[in-house]
């Protein structure tokens, strides 16, 4: 049978972190709210050249399928048309647009520490890199199950104008819910790094 354990003559338990302080907990629920709403608009105005670029791509795979397996090689005057534009004219703005989303992603993390400093949070760096590696995380999975229920605005009318209207509410009410779970997100995410990497 195995003896107990004894501690050694001495030995005392670590003592309690003690809890965060209301104004660290307002600090880290300001920081994840505005931190990661920022970071979120970030992402998505860098994401808007690559998908742009993605789908010119896809464009001219489709027209080079269709210019190979059609005896009129012009289709119509489709094809002059797709000759005359001119792709390097869209490379200053997408290089642009993917800068502006890079630097309101710097921004973001910036503003998070800043905020988080002035509220006497220890390690700023830390519970903003933390909390956001899980805010996306989590904001990945929570926008997973809430897509679900907007696959049913195609029950909308299927076809009938007079939908439209329910159509919009639809898409404005999701908009707004996505802002609302962004921003709950990153208050949660904030919060529990402050409260994890607390001294």
């Known amino acids: 049978m195995a003896e107990p354990f004894v501690a050694p003559a001495g030995w005392q338990p670590p003592p309690a972190r003690p809890p965060l302080t209301p104004r660290a907990k307002r600090g ?10 920022l970071l979120s608009l970030g992402f998505a105005v860098f994401g808007i050249p690559l998908a742009l670029l993605a789908f010119g791509a896809f464009f001219a795979l489709i027209v080079g ?24 004219a869209w490379i200053l703005p997408l290089v642009a647009i993917a ?33 956001a590696g899980i805010a996306i995380v989590a904001s990945w999975l929570v926008s997973s199950v809430l897509s679900i229920p907007l696959q049913f605005g195609r029950f909308f009318g299927d076809g009938d104008s007079s939908a439209f209207p329910g159509v919009v509410v639809l898409w404005v009410l999701s908009g707004l ?19 994890v990497m607390r001294p």
């Open 99 to 131: 800068v502006l989303g890079l630097a309101i992603i710097v921004a973001a993390l910036f503003v998070s520490a800043g905020i988080l400093r002035s509220h006497g949070i220890s390690r700023p760096w830390g519970v903003t890199w933390a909390g």
């Open 28 to 37: 880290a629920s300001l920081a994840g709210i505005i931190g990661f709403l």
């Open 177 to 195: 819910a996505g802002v609302v779970v962004t921003a709950a997100v990153g208050w949660l995410s904030w919060w529990w790094m402050a409260h």
């Open 65 to 88: 399928l269709i210019r190979r397996s059609t005896r009129d090689p012009d289709l119509g005057g489709f094809m002059d048309f797709v000759d005359r534009l001119d792709p390097g």
